[in-house]
């Protein structure tokens, strides 16, 4: 029996939880296909030679990496400071295996570039990535002769130190392009040029002894916190989210939301919306979800009628935002953890509301858009019956329950949280083809075969998806290494100054510098590089102000969840967002386009940290009742609405300038009730502002009501652009 033929009896095509049937192929296909994989290369993921030595040296590679980080968060104890080594080793020995010097195209075979095979992988690759193994692991080695000479490096600490700096740049800038790697860069020239500065930027500087021992023989630096959550947790995620997708999970989620909302105005649209917050929750990638989820949903909204730009900046919009809801979120939110110093359930609880209530926010705006261009939803004949979708896909949702079982209800750490979650999502990986084997008659021993490949396939998969983020995250490091030498302080004074000690110009300014730092920077360098520089000063010049007599106290973690918000929008922010390059490449649409469509759908998300920093409701912060949980939610859901109303323009119908600005105030009132009751109602008393909020939306929902009613009764054939709730 053939491989194919093999495949084809244990996983038939009809009748497969999670099957989607591939659409005919086109002549351009094979070129938006490769643009996907190279958007997707650019975000996080290696693609190297499909076979030969390179080929299984990866694949061995990533698997053993894979089960070193299993073993580290189960059974093998190791120092935490060897965990991190290894995970960087790692890391770069999957890059220089993988990615060439150069990666632009080439245009003749004379090329200087192609004389020096700087296109290509060579065995020059691999000593380099040999070298810079060595050098990562190097702390390792030499440890207990490192620990007796603490902040006096040797000549050999200093080798090893300034080529694991150099090199380790290097590889950032193969898998992550040149931004993080020239910021870096900068910092590491501010700490040597520092006293030759003019006075307003002069530092002390380091001596290149400290700097190593700073940042390649200390907890600060390149071995500290960033690189610390990306070995012990993020790698845990990333893989758990690559396994799920790999075992059927992403699909599953797009044909359970396309049969639940399917038949609704803007189906496809609000499918689509459902399908990624789902996937984005394990996947962690906003360019990832987007290629995942947006191959099948785009076309189905273009299909529908919407219009290319529109459907694929649909699908940005609520990928981006897939990082930013619970249970698992983006390696970011880790990080938030240790700095904030809380357990990973208080940040994923703070970032519940916010989360949901953004998630609401674009579903009304799917509505609106549907209503717009009198768009209805799809028969119910074409459509996968919900009850069945859900009973052939119940399996996919077990691995999910164990995660938030092991973090909600034992406490556990979210390392072994997931752990155990990625141990039912083995099982189900093995088992799920030998029952459909069972099912179909088919070879039970070739079923269970290909249900252990498929496994380690998509553990290696995963370590693959984690070599950037690793780089990412260490790359970071040394620019909180570079902080703690002594240029926080710098930095903060000089952010203080240009503030002018103004708050709200600082809180500007932070949110101006993450957009044009995301434009080059992954989320968990942008949110590392913000945080440490911003989060801080946010805190402090809030003390000793006051908003309606009331003192302004801004916590800790709504500072950090704000940088992360503005760092997580930079994914569609143009000219750059790489989400917004991935969706115009499946909608066949100008990318520009897309991002800005994107960025005006995401303005909803921009509102939402500015208030949480002033309102620490929004993040249920000394929340414990669930029915006061719940009416949060409710009420900034509805400040949602109101606020994508008034840019949209439009609630039963078109609205005039006056009903903006009713909106626009009911968004004020709803997010930020103090507003109205800060003014005639001591601070305890803010729940009342709720009712003035919801008295100005139903005021122009009753004036709009009364302006339309009677043309609709008029003009029955209308009705389809209209805005009626189904």
């Known amino acids: 029996m053939t491989e194919k033929n093999e495949k084809e009896m244990i996983l038939p095509k009809a009748g497969i939880p999670g099957y989607i049937p591939k659409p005919k192929k086109n002549a351009s296909d094979d070129v938006i296909g490769e643009y ?9 993921g290696l693609e190297g030679d499909k076979t030969g030595l390179s080929a299984k040296l990866t694949y061995l590679v990533a698997l053993a990496w894979a089960f070193f980080q299993m073993s580290t968060a189960s059974w093998l104890l190791l120092d935490s400071l060897y965990v991190k080594a290894f995970h960087l080793a790692f890391a770069l020995a999957l890059i220089y295996l993988n990615l ?17 095979a700087l296109k290509r992988v060579t065995i020059i690759d691999w000593m380099i990535g040999i070298v810079g193994v060595i050098a990562a692991l190097y702390i390792v080695i030499d440890y207990a002769g490192i620990s007796e000479r603490p902040g006096q490096p040797i000549g050999r600490d200093l080798i090893f130190g300034v080529l694991l700096v150099v090199l380790m740049l290097e590889a950032t800038r193969r898998v992550l392009g040149p931004a993080l790697p020239v910021i870096s ?51 845990l995620f990333v893989m758990f989210g690559t396994m799920l997708d790999r075992a059927g999970g992403g699909a599953f989620f797009t044909r359970l939301a396309i049969s639940g909302l399917g038949q609704y105005r803007g189906g496809a649209a609000k499918a689509a919306v459902v399908s990624s917050a789902l996937s984005g929750m394990v996947s962690g990638s906003s360019i990832a979800n987007v290629v995942t989820t947006g191959t099948f949903t785009i076309p189905l909204m273009k299909r529908l009628g919407y219009p290319a730009k529109k459907a694929a900046a649909i699908e940005v919009a609520s990928s981006v935002n897939g990082q930013l809801a ?40 799917t509505h609106i858009e549907a209503c717009k261009l ?34 909600v209800v034992e406490m556990h750490s979210a390392e072994l949280s997931v752990f155990h979650a990625i141990i039912a999502l083995m099982i189900i990986m093995v088992l799920q083809p030998v029952a459909i084997a069972k099912v179909h008659d088919a070879d039970l021993w070739a079923a269970f075969k290909f249900g252990i490949k498929n496994t380690l396939d998509s553990m290696a998969a995963g370590a693959n998806n984690m070599a950037g983020v690793a780089l990412a995250t260490a790359s970071a490091g040394i620019i909180v290494g570079c902080v703690s030498l002594g240029l926080g302080q710098q930095i903060t004074s000089f952010v203080e100054v240009l503030s002018m000690g103004n708050i709200f110009l600082m809180i500007f300014i932070t949110a101006c510098a993450s957009l044009l730092l995301g434009m080059g920077l992954p989320t968990t360098a942008n949110y590392i590089i913000m945080a440490s520089l911003t989060a801080p000063v946010i805190v402090e010049l809030a003390v000793g102000m006051h908003l309606h007599g009331q003192e302004i106290v801004i916590p800790l973690i709504a500072a950090h969840l704000f940088c992360l918000y503005f760092g997580i929008l930079a994914d569609d922010t143009p000219p750059v967002g790489l989400a917004a390059y991935a969706g115009a490449a499946i909608a066949k649409e100008n990318p520009i386009a897309v991002g800005v469509q994107g960025f005006l759908y995401d303005i909803r998300t921009v509102i939402i940290p500015v208030f949480f920093l002033f309102n620490s409701d929004i993040l249920l912060l000394g929340v414990d009742s669930w029915v006061e949980a719940l009416f949060i939610f409710c009420m900034t859901s509805l400040g949602m609405i109101a606020f994508t109303s008034a840019i949209q323009g439009w609630v039963l119908d078109k609205c005039n300038i006056f009903e903006r600005v009713l909106l626009l105030g009911t968004t004020v009132i709803l997010m930020f009730p103090a507003t109205i009751t800060g003014f005639f109602l001591p601070y305890n008393q803010r729940y009342w502002g709720y009712l003035v909020g919801l008295a100005l939306f139903g005021l122009v929902y009753l004036v709009q009501r009364y302006r339309y009613g009677n043309s609709w009764k008029e003009a029955p054939e209308a009705e389809s652009q209209r805005l009626v709730l189904d």
């Open 100 to 116: 060439p010097t150069l990666k632009s195209e080439l245009k003749s075979r004379w090329d200087l570039r192609i004389l020096l």
């Open 326 to 365: 619970p249970p698992v979120m983006g390696a970011a939110a880790f990080i938030i953890a240790e700095y904030v110093n809380v357990p990973y359930i208080e940040v994923a609880k703070a970032a519940a509301v916010p989360a949901f209530a953004s998630y609401m926010g674009l579903l009304w705006i």
């Open 374 to 407: 009198g768009l209805k939803g799809l028969p119910k004949a074409e459509l996968p019956r919900f009850w069945i979708e859900l009973r052939n896909g119940l399996h996919y949702l077990i691995p999910l329950a164990v995660l938030i079982w092991e973090l």
């Open 36 to 44: 996907k994989r190279q958007v997707m290369k650019a975000d996080k």
């Open 185 to 235: 860069g900068a910092f590491i020239a501010y700490v040597f040029l520092g006293p030759y500065l003019p006075d307003a930027l002069a530092f002390k500087g380091a001596t290149l002894s400290r700097f190593i021992s700073q940042i390649t023989m200390d907890t600060q630096g390149i071995y500290g916190v960033p690189l610390h959550v990306s070995a012990t947790v993020v790698f």
